[in-house]
């Protein structure tokens, strides 16, 4: 089987900068995907990281230990739009997308 | 080029009733997906398509079909609506070579009765 943890909430004040993990579960990993939800509206990819270390895309970035079987997503100079759900989601054989079940992030003035 | 798209927007049925949400694709993208997201839960996946003639079950394909005849089109059947299947239906789809990004159509809100 397979199964992500994330935490189901996290509050961050504006320009601040917030970590949220993720814990994963499943055989044959390819990869780590990160997606942004806004309320009503469906989910954007934000980033992937296939091997170890750290992306950087903007404001965003991305870490993925393989061997934790760990992964973060960091949101830095944080702004109100920023208020959405996030997911991580992996990418295991045969092309199959798994999400986790999303943490939702609330920035705060 | 309009990406991925759904419908209906909306549908309610009754207990009993089948339908189809339909998904349509212009991006020649091989793989396809259905999931279904509850509130204040993630996406599921229900089923998939690596290509068309080909599809697998994912996390929860209890009452629900789907076929992929074409590229463009990913059809998902629900044949008997039961309310456990109350929930927000997107579709997505990615090209083979593009192991990361997953495009998401706008979503069907569905209501059983």
């Known amino acids: 089987g397979q199964s992500l943890e994330q935490p189901s909430e996290v509050t961050a004040v504006e320009g601040a900068i917030v970590q949220i993990n993720c814990t994963y579960q499943?055989?044959?990993?390819?990869?780590l995907s990160w997606y942004q939800q806004h309320d009503g509206g469906a989910p954007t990819f934000l980033s992937y990281?296939?091997?170890?270390g750290l992306e950087e895309t903007g404001r965003f970035s991305s870490f993925l230990s393989r061997s934790d079987s760990y992964g973060y997503l960091l949101l830095q100079e944080l702004q109100m739009k920023d208020s959405a759900s996030y997911f991580c989601?992996?990418?295991?054989?045969?092309?199959?997308?798994?999400f986790g079940q999303g943490t939702e992030l609330s920035v705060k003035p | 080029n309009a990406g991925v798209t759904q419908t209906p927007k909306f549908q309610v049925l009754k207990t009993g009733q089948s339908m189809t949400l339909q998904c349509a694709q212009d991006?020649?993208?091989?793989?396809m997906s259905w999931y279904r997201q509850d509130p204040g839960m993630g996406l599921r996946l229900i089923h998939y398509?690596?290509?068309?003639?080909?599809?697998d079950q994912g996390e929860v394909p209890n009452g629900y079909n789907v076929s992929r005849s074409t590229t463009e089109d990913f059809p998902l059947r629900l044949l008997s609506a039961a309310p456990s299947q109350t929930s927000v239906y997107f579709c997505?789809?990615?090209?083979?070579?593009?192991?990361?990004?997953?495009?998401f159509g706008p979503g069907t809100r569905l209501t059983v009765l």
């Open positions: 398509s690596v290509g068309a003639g080909i599809t």
């Open positions: 499943t055989s044959g990993f390819y990869g």
């Open positions: 990281n296939a091997l170890d």
């Open positions: 989601a992996v990418l295991n054989q045969g092309g199959k997308l798994i």
């Open positions: 997505a789809s990615r090209p083979r070579s593009v192991a990361d990004t997953q495009y």
């Open positions: 991006m020649n993208h091989e793989y």
